[in-house]
T-cell receptor, first 112, second 115 residues
Framework: GAGVSQSPSNKVTEKGKDVELRCDPI?????LYWYRQRLGQGLEFLIY????????KSGLPSDRFSAERTGESVSTLTIQRTQQEDSAVYLC??????????FGDGTRLSIL | AQSVTQLGSHVSVSEGALVLLRCNYS??????LFWYVQYPNQGLQLLLK??????LVKGINGFEAEFKKSETSFHLTKPSAHMSDAAEYFC?????????????FGSGTRLQVQP
Protein backbone atom coordinates (compact mmCIF):
# COMPACT_ATOMS: atom_id res chain seq x y z
CA GLY A 1 0.00 0.00 0.00
CA ALA A 2 0.90 3.65 -0.20
CA GLY A 3 1.10 4.27 3.52
CA VAL A 4 2.04 2.63 6.81
CA SER A 5 -0.49 -0.04 7.67
CA GLN A 6 -1.20 -1.23 11.21
CA SER A 7 -3.35 -4.09 12.42
CA PRO A 8 -5.56 -4.62 14.21
CA SER A 9 -7.03 -1.12 14.39
CA ASN A 10 -8.60 -1.96 17.73
CA LYS A 11 -7.80 -4.66 20.27
CA VAL A 12 -9.58 -5.41 23.50
CA THR A 13 -8.10 -8.03 25.77
CA GLU A 14 -8.13 -9.17 29.35
CA LYS A 15 -5.44 -8.28 31.83
CA GLY A 16 -2.69 -10.89 31.83
CA LYS A 17 -3.07 -11.90 28.19
CA ASP A 18 -0.37 -11.44 25.56
CA VAL A 19 -1.02 -9.24 22.52
CA GLU A 20 0.73 -8.84 19.21
CA LEU A 21 0.50 -5.68 17.11
CA ARG A 22 1.57 -5.55 13.50
CA CYS A 23 3.07 -2.81 11.35
CA ASP A 24 3.63 -2.85 7.60
CA PRO A 25 5.93 0.05 6.71
CA ILE A 26 6.07 1.88 3.44
CA UNK A 27 7.93 -0.26 0.93
CA UNK A 28 11.63 0.61 0.81
CA UNK A 29 11.69 2.47 4.12
CA UNK A 30 14.71 1.33 6.08
CA UNK A 31 13.74 2.83 9.44
CA LEU A 32 10.77 1.76 11.53
CA TYR A 33 9.62 3.21 14.85
CA TRP A 34 7.07 2.26 17.49
CA TYR A 35 5.49 4.90 19.73
CA ARG A 36 2.88 4.75 22.48
CA GLN A 37 0.25 7.44 22.96
CA ARG A 38 -1.66 7.40 26.20
CA LEU A 39 -4.99 9.20 26.43
CA GLY A 40 -4.50 12.96 26.27
CA GLN A 41 -0.74 12.74 26.05
CA GLY A 42 1.99 13.04 23.48
CA LEU A 43 3.85 10.17 21.93
CA GLU A 44 6.44 8.16 23.80
CA PHE A 45 9.20 6.48 21.82
CA LEU A 46 9.38 2.72 22.33
CA ILE A 47 11.78 1.13 19.84
CA TYR A 48 13.55 1.92 16.57
CA UNK A 49 14.82 -0.37 13.79
CA UNK A 50 17.28 0.78 11.15
CA UNK A 51 18.16 -1.69 8.44
CA UNK A 52 20.17 -4.61 9.78
CA UNK A 53 21.56 -2.68 12.76
CA UNK A 54 20.74 -3.68 16.31
CA UNK A 55 17.45 -2.01 17.31
CA UNK A 56 17.35 0.91 19.73
CA LYS A 57 15.22 -0.48 22.56
CA SER A 58 15.84 2.38 24.97
CA GLY A 59 12.17 3.40 25.10
CA LEU A 60 10.65 0.05 26.03
CA PRO A 61 8.99 0.54 29.44
CA SER A 62 9.51 -3.00 30.76
CA ASP A 63 10.70 -6.46 29.78
CA ARG A 64 7.09 -7.36 29.00
CA PHE A 65 7.50 -5.35 25.79
CA SER A 66 9.44 -6.67 22.80
CA ALA A 67 9.49 -6.10 19.07
CA GLU A 68 10.85 -7.79 16.01
CA ARG A 69 11.35 -6.78 12.43
CA THR A 70 12.03 -9.06 9.50
CA GLY A 71 14.58 -7.38 7.26
CA GLU A 72 13.15 -4.09 6.10
CA SER A 73 9.55 -5.23 6.15
CA VAL A 74 6.91 -6.11 8.72
CA SER A 75 7.37 -5.48 12.41
CA THR A 76 5.47 -6.92 15.37
CA LEU A 77 5.26 -5.40 18.83
CA THR A 78 4.46 -7.92 21.53
CA ILE A 79 3.23 -7.11 25.01
CA GLN A 80 3.23 -10.03 27.43
CA ARG A 81 1.06 -10.33 30.53
CA THR A 82 -0.77 -7.10 29.72
CA GLN A 83 -1.60 -4.64 32.47
CA GLN A 84 -4.25 -1.93 32.52
CA GLU A 85 -1.60 0.76 32.22
CA ASP A 86 -0.70 -0.70 28.81
CA SER A 87 -3.98 0.69 27.43
CA ALA A 88 -3.01 3.22 24.79
CA VAL A 89 -2.77 3.80 21.06
CA TYR A 90 0.34 2.21 19.62
CA LEU A 91 1.62 4.05 16.56
CA CYS A 92 4.12 2.82 14.01
CA UNK A 93 6.11 5.07 11.69
CA UNK A 94 8.60 4.46 8.92
CA UNK A 95 11.06 6.64 7.08
CA UNK A 96 13.92 6.53 4.65
CA UNK A 97 17.20 8.39 4.49
CA UNK A 98 16.64 12.08 5.27
CA UNK A 99 12.88 12.02 4.97
CA UNK A 100 10.41 12.63 7.82
CA UNK A 101 8.55 9.79 9.47
CA UNK A 102 5.23 8.62 8.06
CA PHE A 103 2.75 7.33 10.61
CA GLY A 104 0.13 4.62 10.50
CA ASP A 105 -3.33 5.10 12.02
CA GLY A 106 -2.37 3.15 15.10
CA THR A 107 -3.75 0.24 17.11
CA ARG A 108 -6.03 1.21 19.98
CA LEU A 109 -5.34 -1.28 22.78
CA SER A 110 -7.76 -1.60 25.68
CA ILE A 111 -6.95 -3.83 28.64
CA LEU A 112 -9.95 -4.86 30.71
CA ALA B 1 19.04 15.03 25.44
CA GLN B 2 16.25 17.04 23.91
CA SER B 3 12.79 18.07 25.12
CA VAL B 4 9.75 19.90 23.83
CA THR B 5 7.25 22.07 25.69
CA GLN B 6 3.94 23.05 24.17
CA LEU B 7 2.28 25.86 26.07
CA GLY B 8 -1.48 25.44 26.26
CA SER B 9 -3.04 22.01 26.04
CA HIS B 10 -6.19 23.58 24.56
CA VAL B 11 -6.50 26.59 22.28
CA SER B 12 -9.81 27.94 21.01
CA VAL B 13 -10.13 30.46 18.18
CA SER B 14 -12.94 31.78 16.04
CA GLU B 15 -13.17 30.84 12.40
CA GLY B 16 -11.10 33.35 10.43
CA ALA B 17 -8.95 34.33 13.39
CA LEU B 18 -5.20 33.93 13.72
CA VAL B 19 -3.96 30.56 14.97
CA LEU B 20 -0.86 30.57 17.19
CA LEU B 21 0.36 27.33 18.77
CA ARG B 22 3.46 27.62 20.89
CA CYS B 23 6.42 25.28 21.00
CA ASN B 24 9.71 25.65 22.84
CA TYR B 25 12.51 23.14 22.72
CA SER B 26 15.74 22.40 24.45
CA UNK B 27 18.64 20.55 22.93
CA UNK B 28 22.39 20.48 23.29
CA UNK B 29 22.99 20.76 19.55
CA UNK B 30 21.06 22.36 16.69
CA UNK B 31 17.72 20.59 16.36
CA UNK B 32 15.51 19.46 13.59
CA LEU B 33 11.94 20.56 14.36
CA PHE B 34 8.59 19.31 13.17
CA TRP B 35 4.89 19.99 13.53
CA TYR B 36 2.44 17.12 13.10
CA VAL B 37 -1.37 17.19 13.10
CA GLN B 38 -3.57 14.37 14.35
CA TYR B 39 -7.25 14.09 13.45
CA PRO B 40 -9.50 11.85 15.58
CA ASN B 41 -8.72 8.14 15.29
CA GLN B 42 -5.94 8.77 12.82
CA GLY B 43 -2.17 8.75 12.84
CA LEU B 44 0.02 11.81 12.62
CA GLN B 45 0.40 13.84 9.45
CA LEU B 46 3.42 16.03 8.87
CA LEU B 47 2.56 19.73 8.58
CA LEU B 48 6.05 21.13 8.18
CA LYS B 49 9.66 20.70 9.18
CA UNK B 50 12.75 22.76 9.83
CA UNK B 51 16.17 21.21 9.28
CA UNK B 52 18.57 23.84 8.00
CA UNK B 53 18.39 26.99 5.91
CA UNK B 54 15.49 29.41 5.90
CA UNK B 55 14.06 29.84 9.38
CA LEU B 56 10.52 30.57 8.18
CA VAL B 57 9.03 27.31 7.02
CA LYS B 58 5.79 26.95 5.11
CA GLY B 59 3.74 23.80 5.34
CA ILE B 60 0.50 22.31 4.17
CA ASN B 61 -2.97 23.77 4.76
CA GLY B 62 -1.63 27.34 5.05
CA PHE B 63 0.42 26.74 8.20
CA GLU B 64 3.87 28.11 8.77
CA ALA B 65 6.41 28.16 11.58
CA GLU B 66 9.50 30.18 12.37
CA PHE B 67 12.62 28.75 13.98
CA LYS B 68 14.00 31.29 16.46
CA LYS B 69 17.25 30.02 17.90
CA SER B 70 17.60 32.91 20.37
CA GLU B 71 14.18 32.08 21.84
CA THR B 72 14.47 28.28 21.36
CA SER B 73 11.03 28.43 19.81
CA PHE B 74 9.21 27.01 16.82
CA HIS B 75 5.70 28.41 17.05
CA LEU B 76 3.06 27.36 14.52
CA THR B 77 0.82 29.98 12.92
CA LYS B 78 -1.96 30.29 10.39
CA PRO B 79 -3.42 33.68 9.44
CA SER B 80 -7.04 32.55 9.23
CA ALA B 81 -8.48 29.50 10.99
CA HIS B 82 -10.84 27.15 9.21
CA MET B 83 -13.25 24.74 10.83
CA SER B 84 -11.31 21.85 9.31
CA ASP B 85 -8.21 22.90 11.29
CA ALA B 86 -9.76 21.54 14.48
CA ALA B 87 -7.39 18.75 15.54
CA GLU B 88 -4.50 18.00 17.88
CA TYR B 89 -1.12 19.44 17.01
CA PHE B 90 2.22 18.05 18.12
CA CYS B 91 5.60 19.71 18.03
CA UNK B 92 8.56 17.33 17.83
CA UNK B 93 12.34 17.53 17.83
CA UNK B 94 15.22 15.33 16.86
CA UNK B 95 18.91 16.05 16.75
CA UNK B 96 19.63 14.39 13.43
CA UNK B 97 17.54 13.70 10.40
CA UNK B 98 14.49 11.66 11.33
CA UNK B 99 15.54 8.85 9.06
CA UNK B 100 17.87 7.70 11.83
CA UNK B 101 16.51 8.83 15.16
CA UNK B 102 13.28 8.79 17.10
CA UNK B 103 11.32 11.98 17.61
CA UNK B 104 10.73 13.58 20.99
CA PHE B 105 7.20 14.96 21.10
CA GLY B 106 5.49 17.66 23.08
CA SER B 107 2.31 16.79 24.92
CA GLY B 108 0.14 18.28 22.20
CA THR B 109 -2.25 21.20 21.79
CA ARG B 110 -5.88 20.61 20.93
CA LEU B 111 -7.16 23.33 18.63
CA GLN B 112 -10.87 24.18 18.65
CA VAL B 113 -12.33 26.41 15.97
CA GLN B 114 -15.58 28.16 16.83
CA PRO B 115 -18.00 29.17 14.09
Amino acid sequence: GAGVSQSPSNKVTEKGKDVELRCDPISGHTALYWYRQRLGQGLEFLIYFQGNSAPDKSGLPSDRFSAERTGESVSTLTIQRTQQEDSAVYLCASSNSNQPQHFGDGTRLSIL
Amino acid sequence: AQSVTQLGSHVSVSEGALVLLRCNYSSSVPPYLFWYVQYPNQGLQLLLKYTTGATLVKGINGFEAEFKKSETSFHLTKPSAHMSDAAEYFCAVTLVDTGRRALTFGSGTRLQVQP
